[in-house]
């Protein structure tokens, strides 16, 4: 299995800004890529960015420019730096991992919230 913890959530006001941390534990199994979802209350889980192991990004429309995601795939640490935040962007992020036999793996979520 591929273990997933999550940090640096918290409590953050309009414009400022917040680095998520995800690190991925792992023993026989190669992650193929890693990324960030996030879920608000009474919505749909979204995508937010993800990141292959070869660098290539993917972001959502509404979070490109405003965030950047990275890796470190000797730590198998993925991060999701957060700038210009709005309060639109209150929602818990899950982690999330894709490893080589297309196998999704999920963290618990950390709660990001940003006031007005």
């Known amino acids: 299995q591929v273990q997933l913890v999550e940090s640096g959530g918290g409590l953050v006001q309009a414009g400022g800004s917040l680095r998520l941390s995800c690190a991925a534990s792992?023993?026989?199994?190669?992650?193929?890529?890693m990324g960030w979802y996030r879920q608000a209350p009474g919505q749909q889980r979204e995508l937010v960015a993800r990141?292959?192991?070869?660098?290539?990004?993917t972001y959502a429309d509404s979070m490109k420019g405003r965030f950047t995601i990275s890796r470190d795939n000797a730590k198998n640490t993925v991060y999701l730096q957060m700038n210009s935040l709005k309060p639109e962007d209150t929602a818990v992020y899950y982690c999330?991992?894709?490893?080589?036999?297309?196998?999704?793996?999920w963290g618990q979520g950390t709660q990001v919230t940003v006031s007005s």
């Open positions: 792992t023993s026989k199994i190669s992650i193929s890529a």
């Open positions: 999330t991992a894709l490893d080589r036999y297309f196998n999704n793996y």
């Open positions: 990141i292959t192991s070869g660098g290539t990004s």
